[in-house]
């Protein structure tokens, strides 16, 4: 791993400005870029681990708030039933189109960066699963995305009038999707995987599929549904795909003296 940075930046979109959280290597280099999306409570320390450690393997990560419109910015939800509660309503609250303005700000920003190869890829947890896929449906320059226990894709159920077109949509992607699911998980039950699972079939999708005996938020090394064994496993999984779909970067060596 490598030593790395954050900073962010806010970015306009037709919502109001975004505060998106920048996380990359500070050697000099060019290296490709990840759309991170974080879980309702945006973004809380246990997603600022997992964007450092992408960060750390050699990319530049950008974090958005996804409550920019309704919430200062900055602000982290809470990972208690009030919290939970406003994430879920929040979920619903906000216009489908400001989500996919808010992807198309994040992935704009990436690719302009000075320190991004314009290699683009997206990777999320729970409601950011889902916003990760629906990124890489939307958006031809998405060439691999990371989609940790999505929610909502099998109900369509994001969004203001909770009537997505996110899983119809997903015939039109030039990306390669890792799926990543906890059996236990209550969010996504058997039936909703297998929905999902025979749409990428039947339409054609590159795709990867994995379920995992965990519950709902195994990744989140917060609380007691974290399971490290999985976790590591999947975070794995993510980085070889990412790497193999986008590259490593052209990362300059480091100096360490004159050993």
């Not at 409550?67 to 009030?82: C, K, R, S, T, V």
């Not at 409601?127 to 940790?148: M, P, Q, W, Y």
């Not at 609380?223 to 980085?239: C, F, M, N, T, V």
Request: hydrophobic fraction near 35%; charge should be negative.
């Amino acid at each position: 791993m490598v030593i790395h940075s954050h900073e962010h930046a806010d970015l306009p979109t037709p919502y109001g400005p975004m505060r998106t959280h920048i996380f990359r290597p500070v050697a000099e280099g060019k290296y490709p870029g990840i759309l991170l999306y974080s879980e309702i409570f945006q973004v809380t320390a246990p997603i600022a681990r997992t964007a450092s450690l992408l960060a750390g393997h050699g990319f530049v990560v950008g974090v958005p708030e996804i409550y920019h419109e309704f919430l200062p910015a900055g602000e982290i939800l809470a990972y208690d039933q009030a919290g939970a509660d406003k994430g879920n309503d929040l979920k619903t609250t906000k216009e489908l189109a400001s989500y996919d303005a808010d992807s198309r700000a994040v992935l704009d920003f990436l690719k302009s960066h000075h320190a991004c190869t314009g290699k683009l890829g997206t990777m999320g947890i729970c409601i950011g699963g889902h916003l990760s896929f629906r990124a890489a449906a939307k958006n031809s320059d998405v060439k691999a995305a990371v989609c940790f226990y999505a929610t909502d894709i099998h109900k369509n159920g994001l969004g203001k009038d909770m009537n997505d077109d996110t899983l119809v949509s997903i015939n039109q992607t030039n990306a390669e999707l890792l799926m990543i699911w906890g059996r236990q998980d209550p969010h996504v039950p058997l039936e909703g995987r297998r929905k999902i699972q025979a749409t990428l079939e039947a339409d054609g999708v590159h795709y990867t599929w994995h379920e995992f005996n965990g519950q709902h938020a195994f990744l989140r090394d917060e609380g007691h549904r974290y399971d490290p064994e999985l976790a590591l496993k999947s975070y794995g999984l993510a980085l070889e795909m990412l790497k193999r779909k986008l590259g490593e970067g052209d990362l300059s060596a480091i100096k360490t003296g004159d050993n």
